[in-house]
């Protein structure tokens, strides 16, 4: 198969989609993780490919697994996916002996063993992690659009709970919006916001309804943050629901493309699943009338808090 060399870039142009049987292992395997991360911090390919300073196309070949990425464009696309150049090529779990043990105990066990593994590291090093401990805080994870903050208004109300829109906190620190703290000082510092909010959140309200950032899950601490202290659901909605919803809140940039936003919608919510799925409940908010849906969730949290329904 042939192919050039772009000098500018470092990656491998040719043919956009090989065979499987022609692909590198490990081209395709980084590809795999390039996807991977993109769907998980939110971001569309244009998006990331702007961030990193590579061409959207050759982003594209890398995530294919046929782009032979130089390692400088490596450093700038970990860059902007917030990771290390060792998570993006392989793993930490490959930076030490004990590391290497660790995930060989590790490798082949199930999720359900994984997450008895996870609160039991919490409780050795004190960090929480588990479902048992906790305060009366309620937080609401799942992407935007799937009704946390209506819900969350509704169920801090029959509660008599106070209800905290993390959003709000966020740009009550930083003294902007979410979107200018992103576009001054970077998804970074606004990962930064997020979790100092987050921590005076749980430290000011023992008992609370928290309505969280979709983004939330992508920053591995935080989100261990959250499962430690807090009670929490998942909101989950089908992808034209959430889009609706969105728009009915007065967003209309999907409009302008709406079949790519639908893509890198359903991208980002199949890169998150698995995270939001950490939940202790999940309520699909599609299945039924806001209602009826409200009436679950109350006895669902009402439950798990211990509470009469």
Known sequence: MSSTISPLSGLTTGPSEPTPQEKNPFLAALGERVRALRSRRGMTRKALALAADVSERHLANLEYGVGNASVLVLLQVAGALQCSLGELVSDVTSSSPEWLLIRELLGQRDEATLQRVRVMIGELLGTGGGQTGKGSCVALVGLRGAGKSTLGQMLAEDLDFPFVELRREIEKFAGCSVSEIQALYG?????????????????????????????????????????????????????????????????????????????????????????????QLRIDTSAQPLAATFLILREQVRRLLQLPT
């Open 187 to 279: 998804i970074n510092a606004y990962r930064r916001y997020e979790r100092r909010a987050l921590e005076e959140a749980i430290q000011i309200y023992p008992e609370a309804v928290i309505a969280v950032p979709g983004g939330l899950v992508s920053d591995a601490g935080t989100f261990n943050q959250l499962l430690s202290h807090c009670s929490t659901v998942w909101l989950q909605a089908d992808p034209e629901d959430h889009m609706k919803r969105v728009m009915a809140q007065g967003d209309l940039r999907p409009m302008a493309a709406s079949q790519e936003a639908m893509a890198d919608l359903k991208g980002i919510l199949a890169g998150r699943a698995a995270f939001y799925a950490k939940a």
